[in-house]
């Protein structure tokens, strides 16, 4: 039967869980619904917006008895800008919630059941970590405007001050806003494929304090490009890498192939443990450095290394995992699909001085396939994919190799348990997992998990 909630009345509920995307939900005269910003136990007064015949859709309109773990959010955009969803929630709230995540997740796979799950581990200080920001930037009313996309959109909201940033982004993009102001660059229009410039992305080397600028821009040049040059690298000595990235498809992906140097170095170097890294303009590297010593070395650890044994790290992006695993392996073997990164990869051995790691280019299943065919056997091997998990065919290469141990770092728990639950199938028992928080204020979470082969 219908039921006959109708858009636009107001209702009073109480929130009783968050799903994953950090909504509320709760029921209304026996309909599901899901509220922004709610959290459970509070008591709120919703505006229904969305009327459905299984679900309903409201607006906070406010919060009547407030949950304890609520608190004031930090950042002035919070509920236009699609970054942080979890300001609202107390830190070791959000922490709790990212390891009921991985607990939820794990949960509906049969074979996950004795798997062990950590409680996430959270930093001291959860601002400020984000060592990069990549700004689309448009025009609204003849106005210039950076920032991020709100959620669902390319509606650009801007936000000179970002909570989660290193500070020194924030000023490398002020002085690029104040430079377009009076300059001869204009703007890129999505609609019309027409104007030069698309996004603006800014790394910082959050240990080395050296700063790379990207301009990616719909064509091969930047006019004023001196002037842009000298007007940014003597206000921010610390810039030490400047390039044009030139794109010009019509498409949402971000950066095109070509990278120019306009000023600097190609790369800029940061320091994760006691291990440097040159870091060029397409290459991966994670964004909270902070964390991602405490990720790799909890990889580290589950790969239980003695100094003998033949490790295969796929998904290697500039070969940052293979060296924290070098120091303790007889020999690595990296694999990544980017052309760069493995040029990276390879430079970063070197300026590590680790001569026993070798890096191969391509898609990871033929790598995989072409070490198989040179006779190498892992005795462990390492994934770190992107958020669309591992192929099966690549898991089944794996299997294949026979590993002893595997370990598995994910930023996406719902493609971890499809593969991990695949694994526990075909003789790779999951044991342990171990969130992280690699994005506080986000919903996102990092896991490290330590798998076993079963008849050992
Ligand atoms: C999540 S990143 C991890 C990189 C690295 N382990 C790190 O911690 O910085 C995933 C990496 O997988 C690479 N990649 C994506 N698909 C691939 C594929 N089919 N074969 C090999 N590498 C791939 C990406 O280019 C990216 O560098």
Redesign the pocket.
């Known amino acids: 039967m219908a039921h006959m909630i109708a858009k636009n009345s107001i209702h009073t509920l109480t929130i009783t869980a968050l799903n994953d995307q950090a909504q509320g939900l709760g029921m209304l005269d026996g309909i599901p619904i899901i509220v922004e910003q709610a959290l459970p136990g509070e008591r709120i007064e919703v505006k229904i917006i969305k009327v459905t015949p299984i679900y309903l859709v409201g607006k906070l309109c406010s919060v009547l008895a407030p949950a304890q773990d609520r608190t004031q959010p930090f950042c002035q955009v919070f509920t236009r800008c699609g970054g942080c969803r979890l300001q609202h929630l107390s830190y070791p709230a959000q922490l709790d919630f990212k390891t009921d995540l991985a607990r939820a997740q794990v949960s509906q796979v049969k074979e996950l059941q004795t798997v062990r799950i950590h409680t996430t581990i959270g930093m001291d200080s959860p601002f400020h970590y984000r060592n990069k920001a990549l700004y689309p930037v448009g025009l609204r009313q003849d106005k210039i405007v950076m920032g991020f996309y709100a959620t669902h959109s390319h509606e650009i909201i801007e936000h000179p001050v970002c909570g989660i940033q290193d500070a020194r982004i924030d000023r490398v993009m002020a002085h690029i806003r104040q430079f377009l102001e009076c300059s001869r660059i204009s703007i890129y229009d999505e609609t019309q494929h027409s104007g030069l410039l698309r996004h603006v992305l800014v790394r910082i080397g959050m240990r080395s304090g050296e700063i790379m600028v990207v301009l990616v821009i719909n064509g091969r040049d930047l006019p004023d490009k001196d002037r842009f040059i000298s007007s940014l690298t003597h206000t921010m000595p610390e810039i030490k890498s400047l390039s044009l990235n030139c794109n010009q498809e019509k498409t949402n992906v971000i950066l095109g192939i070509e990278n120019r140097v306009i000023f600097g170095k190609y790369t800029i170097r940061d320091e994760l443990g006691e291990f440097q890294f040159d870091i060029s303009p397409s290459?991966?590297?994670?964004i909270n450095p902070r964390q991602?010593e405490m990720?790799?070395r909890k990889a580290v650890e589950y790969a239980a290394l003695s100094g003998k044994e033949t490790v295969v790290?796929?998904?290697?992006?500039?070969g940052?995992?293979s060296c924290f695993l070098a120091c303790q392996a007889q020999q690595v073997y990296g694999?990544?699909?980017?052309e760069s990164?493995v040029h990276d990869a390879r430079n970063n051995a070197a300026l590590n001085a680790l001569k026993n790691i070798e890096f191969l280019q391509?898609?990871?299943?033929e790598?995989l396939r072409e070490l198989a065919d040179r006779d190498v056997r892992p005795e462990v091997v390492v994934v770190?994919?992107?958020r669309k998990g591992c192929?099966q065919s690549?898991l089944d290469a794996i299997i294949a190799m026979q590993p002893q141990r595997m370990v598995y770092?994910s930023?996406a728990p719902k493609t971890l348990v499809r593969d991990l639950g695949y694994l526990a199938r075909n003789g790779m028992q999951p044991l342990e997992i171990q969130p992280i928080d690699l994005f506080p204020h986000t919903t996102h979470v990092e896991c490290v998990t330590r798998i076993e082969r079963k008849d050992r």
């Open positions: 290459s991966f590297y994670q991602t990720l790799y790290d796929l998904y290697c992006g500039i940052t995992i694999i990544e699909a980017v990164a391509g898609e990871a299943e790598r770190d994919p992107p192929e690549v770092v930023c």
